[in-house]
């Protein structure tokens, strides 16, 4: 299987802020620490898997930019800058959402941890791999307006989101991150009826960013007992679950937007089950449907 150009199939009427679009969760922590590791690809390959949103989060540590998730840090943000080359570089039409940023302030407790930056040095990365002026999208004046025949016709490769407007070729606009920290924070059965609940009343004009991963946090009920690795494994076997009761909710398919994950490049069952959404939404060509259901192996599922 290979998700490379699953965009090809999505009609050219379509907002890009209602396409169903696999995200990975801390896309850039392959290798870090078990307390920060969220990923086990490369940002290529989880491109391949069909992840078309990249969370990039990073800091200034002994003069290198490097991939951070809290505490944990990773590869040089060059290193997954130059991975991600690929993907824009790419033969294709498909489209990405890359959010580039500073990792904010930590506090721990009574402790707040402050990590550095170094914007000029960040921004010479980006020209230097993302070529934002030939592949940046920036014609536009609001996320809504943007359909899938329009990003065609451009010849751009992705959104550049920002803010601060901090990178040659970034825009700021809205990515609303659906987080709690106690629901998140609650154990499998009790996170599996819960996480959908914020579909009910959320929204968001741009972006809507659905997150299907359990996070370790002091004060909740998983706390730090187990790390991403092992609350995937808790995850996993309620995953399509939680898909098809968005699939089986009118109101929550018609909002749903970016769902993101952790471990997404371990097998397709994720980005399988987020595509398949897409049908659900009558946003198939209708000459690609066949195509695509095989692509996902939506008869199997069924």
Known sequence: ????NWMKAVKDEVHINKLVIPAAHNAGTKGVAKPGCCQDG??????RYG??????FYRL???VLRLTHGLSTGAPLEEALKSLSEAVHADNTEFMIIDLRRYGDQKIGP???RYGDDREAANALVEKYLEPEKYAYTDFEKIADITMGDIR??????LLHSPEKLYTGSRDFRIYDMWDKQVFGYKIDKFVKHCTDFLDTETCEDFL???TQQTPNPGTENGFKKWPRELDEEMRPHFREVIKRIGDNPKYLEKVNIIGGDFMTRDYMKVSEILSL???KGFIKDECVEDYKKMIDYEVKQ
């Not at 490369?42 to 491109?47: I, K, V």
């Open 209 to 211: 960013w659905f997150q």
């Open 278 to 280: 897409n049908l659900l």
């Open 61 to 63: 540590k002994k003069g």
């Open 111 to 113: 402790f707040t941890f």
């Open 51 to 56: 992840i078309r949103e990249f969370g990039l």
């Open 1 to 4: 299987m290979d998700f490379t």
């Open 153 to 158: 016709k451009s010849g751009k490769k992705y």
């Open 42 to 47: 490369t940002l290529y390959e989880q491109y």
